[in-house]
């Protein structure tokens, strides 16, 4: 594992913007495994701005975003698939049809989760899976819980990340209750993984996650076990 400390939000987005630009560059047709969250906004807007200048081409880029809440469609301005769009691929040249968000309004969840990690399959697996974490811990929407699970599937949000995320809706009412998350298997599946974290408030968990016991009461501590993960932070 590689960590990157860095001193500022600003320093981190540039940092970790660099590592997925290099993706990138040495694969124009990469799988980027993406993330929602108000960590990866300036990393987006760093690339967003390489593109603009030329630097970037996403015109061959596939993505996979990590989850998305139940309930809410595209059109929803909390959904994860409008966060995508109006913080990254609105502003690139990626073909929106190589982006992939879970549908949150699928009629069936476990044929949802199903198709989900068909299509990581034959998109032959995720080049680089860009992560946040959450106060508790947990990674895509993975809650803290007696096990991991493998598949994408869906969960009922535990109330520490309802809290946390009541910021982007008026209120903690509006939260969804449930999401559909890639699983843990899809996540370890991914080549590379880049964890980014930043504000004070983030560093236990942190620690917790990188340094502690692997246990699935802090989902995050499984990516110990990955090959080839880069932790770029700023939580000092
Ligand atoms: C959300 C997302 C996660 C994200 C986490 C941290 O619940 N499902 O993918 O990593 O929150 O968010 P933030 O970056 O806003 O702290």
């Known amino acids: 594992m590689k960590i990157i400390r ?3 939000y600003e320093e981190m987005s540039h940092e970790a913007a660099k590592i997925l630009a290099a993706q990138i560059v040495l694969k124009p047709n ?5 993330a929602t969250g108000s960590s990866p906004i300036g990393l987006y807007d760093q690339l967003i701005e390489w593109n603009k200048q030329g630097e970037l081409d996403f015109s061959q880029i596939r993505s996979i975003n990590l989850d998305e809440y139940c ?21 690139v040249n990626i073909d929106k049809q190589n982006t992939n968000v879970p549908n949150g309004k699928a009629a069936d969840y476990a044929a949802e989760g199903a198709r989900y990690d068909a299509l990581i399959e034959q998109m032959g697996g995720i080049d680089i899976q860009l992560l946040g974490i959450g ?5 895509g ?6 096990f991991f699970t493998k598949e994408t599937h869906v969960v009922d949000l535990d109330p520490s990340t309802i809290e946390a995320n009541a910021r982007f809706f008026a209120s903690a009412d509006d939260v969804p209750r449930q999401a559909v998350t890639m ?24 620690e917790k996650a990188l340094f502690g016991p692997i246990t699935p009461e802090v989902p995050a501590s499984l990516l110990q076990l990955h090959p080839d993960v880069t932790v770029v932070c700023a939580v000092d």
């Open 135 to 139: 106060p508790n811990g947990h990674i």
């Open 6 to 8: 860095t001193k500022t």
């Open 141 to 146: 929407f993975n809650e803290p819980d007696e």
């Open 71 to 91: 309930g809410l469609d595209g059109t929803n301005d909390q959904s994860y698939r409008y966060f995508m769009d109006t913080h990254l691929f609105d502003h």
């Open 30 to 34: 990469a799988v980027l495994g993406l």
């Open 183 to 206: 699983g843990m298997g899809g996540i370890m599946g991914a080549k590379k993984i880049l964890l980014i974290a930043s504000g004070a408030s983030k560093k236990e968990i942190l």
